[in-house]
Nanobody, 115 residues
Framework: QVQLVESGGGLVQAGGSLRLSCAAS????????GGWYRQAPGKQRELVAT???????SYADSVKGRFTFVRDNDKNTVYLQMSSLKPEDTAVYYC?????????WGKGTLVTVSS
């Protein structure tokens, strides 16, 4: 059974930093593509960052240069290092793994950025 558990969300002032974590069980991040998504109140879920099985990361334009996707193969955990946070980054952040045509999701962690 695949399980993804996010943590690390919270309240931070604009300009601050947070690191989100996503620990996986039942699936191996290293051999699969994955991503971080977010959903702000009243908006659709959007892609924040992705990583290939080879470890190549890509980012949405809105977070490029501020967010970094990190994968720790030993811990089977991925991280989203977020800096220079803005109020518009406020959202529930979800971890995703894509494998064999299926998507697995965590329950999300809330990030609130105050102005």
């Amino acid at each position: 059974q695949v399980q993804l558990v996010e943590s690390g969300g919270g309240l931070v002032q604009a300009g601050g930093s947070l690191r989100l974590s996503c620990a996986a069980s039942g699936i191996i991040f290293r051999v699969n593509a994955g991503g971080w998504y977010r959903q702000a109140p009243g908006k659709q879920r959007e892609l924040v960052a992705t990583i290939t099985s080879g470890g190549s990361a890509s980012y949405a334009d809105s977070v490029k240069g501020r967010f970094t996707f990190v994968r720790d193969n030993d811990k089977n955990t991925v991280y989203l290092q977020m800096s220079s946070l803005k109020p518009e980054d406020t959202a529930v952040y979800y971890c995703n793994v894509h494998t064999y045509g299926m998507d697995y999701w965590g329950k999300g962690t809330l990030v609130t950025v105050s102005s």
